[in-house]
Structures are given as C-alpha cells and as structure tokens.
C-alpha cells in the first residue's frame, strides 16, 4: 500500500528554520491538494498550509508569512519551509494528500521541536 513518508524535523532553536519534505512510497494518482498539519498533546489537528493541483495556498494565520509550502511534481514531494520559528510551532507535523476521487493519505508524522 502506498505511503506518505514525512522528514526533515528536528530540533531548532527559536528563529531558526527547518525544511520538513514529504513524499509517497509508491505511485499516487489525480491528487487535488497536498497538505501540512501539525498536532499537540491535547490539542485539535491544525491545518497550517495546503496547495492544490493549481498551485492556490492557504496558510494558517499563525505561520502565515513565516512558513511556504511548495512541491516538486516531477518527485512527487511536497515541501513545508519553516522559517523564524517559535516554542509555540513545537508539534508532529504530518503530511495528507487528497485526491480527486476522495482518496485521503496520511503519513507518520515527523515531530518538530523548537527550544534553546
């Protein structure tokens, strides 16, 4: 079965930047958007950015200006560039892909955690 497969996170010091990637096992068909969420320990899953197959983004307003998502269709890869960071970013960021039929893919997370 084909996978999502996050990397890039890490710890960083606030200020600093990361580049998160994502990309799929195998093989995935008619995609209408690519996603970045984030979750925290007792929190709700927050979208933080989105592009479509058109190229439209949309960000949350607490990363908006900060972080860029962008994509690489000859890789199938899916980038989130993180920079300026803050304790308050520190959370699993994972990776979702829709498609147009529905379809809904989910990586494993990769964890993000911004301290001195």
């Known amino acids: 079965q084909v996978q999502l497969v996050e990397s890039g996170g890490g710890l960083v010091q606030p200020g600093g930047s990361l580049r998160l990637s994502c990309a799929s096992s195998g093989s995935i068909f008619r995609i209408n958007s690519k996603a970045w969420y984030r979750q925290t320990p007792g929190k709700e899953r927050e979208l933080v950015a989105s592009?479509?197959?058109?190229?439209?983004?949309v960000y949350a307003d607490s990363v908006n200006g900060r972080f860029t998502i962008s994509r690489d269709n000859a890789r199938s890869t899916v980038y989130l560039q993180m920079n300026s960071l803050k304790p308050e970013d520190t959370a699993v960021y994972l990776c979702n892909w829709v498609g147009d039929f529905g379809q809904d893919y989910w990586g494993k997370g990769t964890l993000v955690t911004v301290s001195s």
């Open positions: 592009i479509t197959r058109g190229g439209s983004t």
